[in-house]
Nanobody, 125 residues
Framework: QVQLVESGGGSVQPGGSLRLSCAAS????????IGWFRQAPGKEREGISC??????YHADSVKDRFTISRDDAKNTVYLQMNSLKPEDTAVYYC????????????????????WGKGTPVTVSS
């Protein structure tokens, strides 16, 4: 069955880096899009980045600092996060859908079908 498992979260100081991993099982990445999302307590869930075989999407707030990539052989998608800020503190989730990445925020957020349980990221001094 479809399963997504996030890993790589932790606690870092401002300016630090983390690489998150999203390991997918039950399907291959060939025809699917994988997105990264985050949610802080009391805040709305925010779409961060997405990658498919056809396109990518990046939120303006992170596009200069975060990089998404995928390894089809490992069926894994990564999110490299650099220059982390306190406002990046959140639980980070990966999610998937068949097809390509949506470029509009509404469909990006609500169009995903399968979700992982999340990995927490804390950025503080």
């Amino acid at each position: 069955q479809v399963q997504l498992v996030e890993s790589g979260g932790g606690s870092v100081q401002p300016g630090g880096s983390l690489r998150l991993s999203c390991a997918a099982s039950g399907f291959t990445l060939d025809y699917y899009a994988i997105g990264w999302f985050r949610q802080a307590p009391g805040k709305e869930r925010e779409g961060i980045s997405c990658i498919s075989s056809a396109n990518t999407y990046h939120a303006d707030s992170v596009k200069d600092r975060f990089t998404i990539s995928r390894d089809d052989a490992k069926n894994t998608v990564y999110l490299q996060m650099n220059s982390l800020k306190p406002e990046d503190t959140a639980v980070y989730y990966c999610a998937s859908r068949w097809g390509s990445c949506y470029s509009d925020k509404y469909h990006f957020l609500y169009g995903m079908d399968y979700w992982g349980k999340g990995t927490p990221v804390t950025v503080s001094s």
